[in-house]
């Protein structure tokens, strides 16, 4: 099947700085990605949806000043945290969406653990 | 909004024990009904999914049913295995590929 990779896998921060997430459809175009937020025993809770070449749809009570999401190629979106605090600390995860024919299918990526000290 | 439900876990099984994940959903319009794994370590995998009314996913040994009369998806398998330990995530996607999850249920089937 497709491959989704996120970079990096595991990152830990200090209060205050900015980290990016890349994530990455390896062998097919994604004109969607899909950032996630899991919490530790707890559902996916959807953030964005990025569209490629537009802006990103942000879910209610997803702060985009915040959490700023790119989506600069079909094979590349990135989620910027900024200004990171320890409640921003999480598991995300992204998905990028290949259209085949009439349907299309979602791969997710391995997720990016977000600690913030 | 849209909301989809599945049992609480963690739910722990002999190996061979006959497996139920039960999975409801309140959506508007007709959503396409997706069963995601996640093994330990690893990123979420479609495991079967469903796209209409009466329509029966599988894969693997697992099946799913969309019953839209009782807006249900429930999992199950005849005999599990230790390797299926897991967590199963149930989800209900539209058209636009926007999936609104389960909990999760965490799965694990001893020898």
């Known amino acids: 099947g497709a491959v989704v990779s996120q970079h990096p896998s595991r990152v830990i921060c200090k209060s205050g700085t900015s980290v990016k997430i890349e994530c990455r459809s390896l062998?097919?175009?994604?004109?969607?990605m899909f950032w996630y937020r899991q919490f530790p025993k707890k559902s996916l809770m959807l953030m964005a949806t990025?569209?490629?070449?537009?802006?990103?749809?942000?879910e209610q009570g997803v702060e985009k000043d915040k959490f700023l999401i790119n989506h600069a190629s079909l094979t590349l979106s990135t989620l910027t945290v900024t200004s990171a605090h320890p409640e921003d600390s999480s598991f995300y995860i992204c998905?990028?969406?290949?259209?085949?024919?009439?349907?299309?299918?979602?791969?997710f990526g391995p997720g990016t653990r977000l600690t913030v000290l | 909004g849209d909301s989809v439900t599945q049992m609480e876990g963690p739910v722990t099984l002999s190996e061979e024990a006959f497996l139920t994940i039960n999975c409801t959903y309140t959506?508007?319009?007709?959503?396409?009904l997706f069963w995601y794994v996640q093994y330990p370590g690893e990123g979420l995998q479609l495991l079967l999914k469903?796209?209409?009314?009466?329509d029966k996913g599988s894969n693997k040994g697992f099946e799913a049913t969309y019953r839209k009369e009782t807006t249900s998806f429930h999992l199950e398998k005849g005999s599990v295995q230790v390797s299926d330990s897991a967590v199963y995530f149930c989800?209900?996607?539209?058209?636009?590929?926007?999936?609104?999850f389960g909990q999760g249920t965490e799965l694990s089937v001893k020898p």
């Open positions: 990025s569209n490629e070449g537009s802006k990103a749809t942000y």
């Open positions: 062998d097919f175009q994604a004109t969607t």
């Open positions: 959506a508007t319009g007709y959503p396409s």
């Open positions: 989800a209900a996607g539209n058209q636009g590929g926007k999936l609104i």
């Open positions: 998905s990028a969406r290949e259209v085949r024919g009439q349907g299309a299918e979602q791969f």
């Open positions: 469903a796209t209409k009314a009466d």
